[in-house]
């Protein structure tokens, strides 16, 4: 009984490994037809100042499935990294965000808006990143002023001269480098100084947690100074309720993102969100009112 139990194991094991593999080899070939059919889409989650006033915003992907609804990027992101699909796919997501960056800039209303872009590990690995970002800023006739990318920690268990000179490289174009859920990676604080970053944003686990747990907030309030102290400009993500807003801005956090204000919203959503708050007298009174 003990063998006949543990061939059944292994036949169980081996289907399971095969059922695992058909679903990835069905969502990889999704996926390709879904950047030929056009399936993807960019949604924007406002990112607001200390007055209420809407600074920019965060670029996020979103997968329409015919048949599977919307598919969020957790679900496709990782799998794309392990194919490869995440360069023609983060490409697209480059190019999209640049055509509506620059959208903005052409009107009056939207000129101060900039955009934050995510990319992936191993799409910054590939050797012609920074052509590639190069020759989507240049086409698409943007201010790089205006873009930022963000990146997480995990890149920088990779070759610090390499990832530094790559980063430069785009900076010197006059992109800025964000820290995306700063807080959640192994790096050391050294990154903060090592790499050219402009920008941290505080992961959504320590603003969610902060009025709970004193020692979310002790962190939290650790790297809001020392932010300061770098010159990295500090965003807090997940913002969700008045409270969590009010201790950031008494920690010294000036730009916030979250549901407390917007989710990310398709483009035309996007524009009445801003339109709805230029028409208040004060924009975002009631979040911002003490
Ligand atoms: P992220 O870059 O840290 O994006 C923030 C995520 O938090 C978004 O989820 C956003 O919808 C969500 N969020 C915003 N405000 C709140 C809030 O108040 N509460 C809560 N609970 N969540 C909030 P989303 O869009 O599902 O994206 C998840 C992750 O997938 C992103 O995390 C990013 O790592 C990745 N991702 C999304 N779009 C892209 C993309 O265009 N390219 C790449 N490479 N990765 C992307
Ligand atoms: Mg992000
Ligand atoms: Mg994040
Ligand atoms: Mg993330």
Not at 173 to 197: H, K
Request: aromatic share 8%; hydrophobic share 45%; glycine share 6%.
């Amino acid at each position: 009984t003990n063998t006949l139990t543990a061939i059944a194991e292994l036949v169980f094991i081996v289907v399971i490994m095969h059922a695992d593999l058909s679903v990835r080899r069905m969502m990889d070939i999704e996926m390709r037809k879904a950047i030929a059919n056009g399936h993807f889409m960019l949604h924007y989650q406002p990112q607001i100042d200390e007055a209420g006033n809407v600074v920019g915003a965060e670029a996020l992907i979103r997968w329409r499935h015919a048949k599977m609804g919307e598919i969020p990027p957790v679900k496709f992101i990782p799998l794309a990294e392990e194919t490869g699909l995440i360069v023609p796919i983060g490409n697209w997501i480059m190019r999209a965000a640049c055509a509506q960056l620059a959208q903005w800039d052409a009107r009056p209303e939207t000129r101060r808006l900039s955009m934050a872009v995510n990319i992936s590990a191993s799409q910054f690995r590939q050797p012609d990143f920074v052509q590639n970002m190069y020759d989507i800023v240049r086409v698409s006739g943007v201010n790089p002023s205006k873009l930022k990318l963000e990146l997480t920690e995990s890149m920088f268990v990779d070759d610090v001269g390499a990832t530094v000179a790559k980063m430069s490289a785009l900076k010197n174009m006059g992109l800025a480098w964000s820290l995306d859920d700063f807080g959640t990676g192994y790096s050391s604080l050294s990154v903060l100084n090592s790499f050219p970053l402009s920008q941290i944003k505080i992961d959504k686990s320590f603003v969610q947690g902060m009025l709970n747990n004193a020692a979310n907030m002790a962190v939290t309030e650790a790297i809001i100074e020392l932010a300061e102290k770098l010159n990295l400009q500090v965003v807090a993500e997940g913002v969700e309720t008045v409270e969590q807003l009010n201790r950031l801005r008494q920690a010294g956090c000036r730009i916030y993102q979250g549901y407390l204000f917007s989710p990310p919203l398709g483009i035309d959503a996007f524009h009445e969100f801003l339109s709805s708050e230029a028409s208040r007298a004060e924009p975002c009174a009631g979040y911002l009112r003490q």
